[in-house]
């Protein structure tokens, strides 16, 4: 199970840097005023094919998170089974795998603790979190935010150029391939 995942893992990111590799022209991702005098351009720099790169860039980099998750969820799994570890089988997760590893293996719940604790695994659980359950972050938001005081503004909303997407998918990668290494060191 592990392998398949890895497999569609790897799939997902190759494709997001095929599409990433041809160039998403992002960093400017607006400008005010618009060329033909618009109050905002949205993506000034595109060509019309950069929309479809754009398109399939985020469509394989937002399963690339959500597979990626999977995984440090299955990861949890695995630990709990090697450990002998007591949990229901519907409260096991990755993060309470860890916790629970303290009990049985100090030096691999500290080495694992400082992963999931990273800026690496935080900006990517972020991400991850966004794309399921918020704005997705590699679409322009609306730009309406409301503040303390109940003032409501609008303005240009936030946009995840591909250039951090892919920072923050390198990071995860990295995250999670120390965390197969740790899991795989020999059991004390």
């Keep these: ?8 893992l790897i799939r997902n990111y190759t494709y997001t840097m095929f599409y990433y590799n041809q160039g998403i022209h992002d960093e400017v991702w607006y400008k005010s005023p618009g060329s033909k005098g ?7 720099d595109f060509k019309e094919e950069d929309y479809t790169k754009q398109f399939n860039f985020n469509y394989f980099s937002e399963y690339f998170f959500l597979q990626g998750f999977s995984i440090f969820e299955l990861l949890g799994h695995i630990i709990v089974n090697i450990y002998d570890i007591q949990l229901k089988k519907n409260e096991i997760s990755f993060h309470k795998a860890i916790n629970k590893l ?9 080495a694992l603790d400082k992963i999931r604790n990273s800026n690496e695994f935080d900006d990517a ?7 399921t359950h918020n704005q997705h972050p590699q679409f322009i938001s609306s730009g309406i935010t409301k503040c303390e005081n109940g003032i409501v503004t609008a303005g240009v909303g936030n946009y995840t ?3 951090k997407v892919k920072e923050i998918m390198d990071g995860m990668l990295m995250c999670l391939e120390k965390t197969i290494e740790i899991i795989n060191k020999n059991k004390d």
């Design 125 to 131: 659980a972020k991400h991850r979190h966004n794309i």
């Design 1 to 8: 199970m592990l392998f398949n995942r890895m497999n569609l």
């Design 38 to 44: 618009q109050s905002v351009e949205l993506f000034p």
């Design 161 to 163: 150029t591909s250039q």
């Design 102 to 110: 303290k009990e049985k293996d100090l030096v691999k719940f500290y």
